[in-house]
């Protein structure tokens, strides 16, 4: 009788069915962490565009250019340009009620609203602004 070394049909089948299983599993996840890696990029990048926005807002009341009343209500041309490409942004501004929980009787109180979005990725900065 002889003796047969090596694998036979049935063992070869097997193994390529599991290397194929890992396979799909592996790239399933390689797909996923490219998909959360490509939508943290896009969050990172609007916040950025965000806290620009408002920065630049604040610089406009600073002195000696201005003071906090002079942010215009509605704010739609603030921050015009400073958006990068594919990335949609909105300037909400809108006058606080004098005497209201947040807002001292005697101030000029401002809200403003800034919304930075692309895709699913969406970030919003708020902030008031008071001249008092």
């Known amino acids: 009788m002889r003796r047969c070394d090596g694998f036979s049909i049935l063992e070869l089948i097997i193994v390529i069915v599991v290397v194929a299983v890992a396979a799909v599993g592996i790239g ?3 797909a996923y962490m490219s998909r959360s890696l490509a939508l943290n990029e896009d969050l990172q990048r609007a916040s950025q565009v965000a806290q620009e926005c408002g920065e630049h807002i604040l610089s406009r009341a600073r002195p000696p250019r201005g003071h906090y009343a002079a942010v215009p209500v509605p704010g739609s041309t603030l921050c015009d340009g400073m ?11 809108s006058a606080m009620v004098a005497a209201a929980p947040l807002c001292a009787a005697g ?6 609203q800034i919304s930075v979005t692309k ?12 001249q008092y």
Not at 119 to 130: L, P, S, Y
């Open 119 to 130: 895709g699913t990725a969406a970030v919003e900065v708020n902030f008031m602004i008071v």
């Open 83 to 93: 958006a990068a490409a594919g990335f949609n942004r909105t300037v909400n501004v």
């Open 28 to 30: 399933a996840a390689f």
């Open 107 to 112: 101030w000029n109180c401002k809200r403003v």
